[in-house]
């Protein structure tokens, strides 16, 4: 059986060699090698990249999860295993999890005979795209499934702290983009022209009153610009003007509210600017719903095998493409602590492997009681 020297070797060996999302071609093959030296089976399915392995057998099926795309991010971190991948990097842990999730693997199949069901591991790629999940999904192999399971690290917890809540635990991640249209001039004969600059500040304006002004107090979004660009001089009026931000929410009748919103607000300044302007609004990963029961029984696992486990209060306002499940199927989705004392997306994001020690045990003993459930 595996063990934690295993764990933290794979670990440094993903880290080094890490891909981009939709790009894990070596990551897969590496999986591959490492599963099928364990004689796990690998289910045929039209995936480019990642792959679903199983382990056991009968009705009752069990899902695990892990993601396995790095970030175009240059890594600043020295170690003997670094990336290798000039400007791409796991910033965001996705080596630790894919080590984690091998060890899970690994126990699982030195213990097939006593399982009472299936497992399928998920291997998962694009979750920074925010569609890997659904690709997934598309291909009905988790037609059945009684649980789909997952964890991300999560760098300001320390080793052996568990986070988790019933609920939403992850907002939904939208972008947003708005294109205004005008009609360039001299700066000092704004009259020959139609300026998108007095519609731009309209704009901003007016999107940061979608939230403040239409949701109650006591529900929670947030609507965030993130780039703004109107002309390239000081006496020019110029022709366009450009804006694209993000918003987070938690509840599916707000999220479609603000895009609603968005959408209105694009028309009544295009009516009253007489300008174009265009909105796109694009969906990324939704909210992460964890499932009530499911969530009781991980909080009893997590604490069995030596977690001290914290209940949220809120969820977080990152995203997390495990929704892609949860939209579909019951799930249970948590926080673990990885320790580094820098975030998530960091160029000098390092996490501390001692989180490798505990993770597999958690997944592992979960699968084992849900199947015997």
Known sequence: MTDYTDYVNWRRTFHQFPEISEKEYETTQRLKRILEAHEIKILDLPLDTGLVAEIGQGDQMIAIRTDIDALPINEQVEHEFTSTNQGVMHACGHDIHMASILGVAT????????????????FQAAEELGHGAKKVVATGVLDGVKAVLGFHNYPTMDIGDFAIKKGPITSAVDRFEFDIKGKGAHAAKPEQGNDPTVALG????SLQTIVSRN???????????????????????????YVQGTVRSFKPEHRAYIEQRMNEIADGLAQTF?????CRYTRLPGT????????????????DVGYHVSIMDLPLTIGEDFSGYTETYPGVFAFIGSNSEYD???????????????VPTYFVTLTKRLLNQ
Do not use: M, Y
Not at 108 to 119: M, P
């Open 107 to 122: 126990q699982l199949k030195a213990q097939e005979n006593e399982l009472n069901g299936r497992v399928r591991i998920i």
């Open 344 to 358: 998530l997306h960091h160029p000098l994001f390092d996490p501390d492997e001692r989180i490798l020690e505990k």
């Open 215 to 241: 949701l109650s107090a006591f529900d929670n979004a947030v609507v965030t610009i993130g780039e703004i660009s109107c002309g390239n001089t000081w006496n020019v009026i110029a022709d366009q003007a």
């Open 202 to 205: 309209q704009l901003i304006n």
């Open 274 to 278: 007489n300008l174009q302007v265009d």
């Open 288 to 303: 992460v719903i964890n499932d009530d029961e499911l969530t009781d029984i991980a909080i009893e696992v997590a604490e």
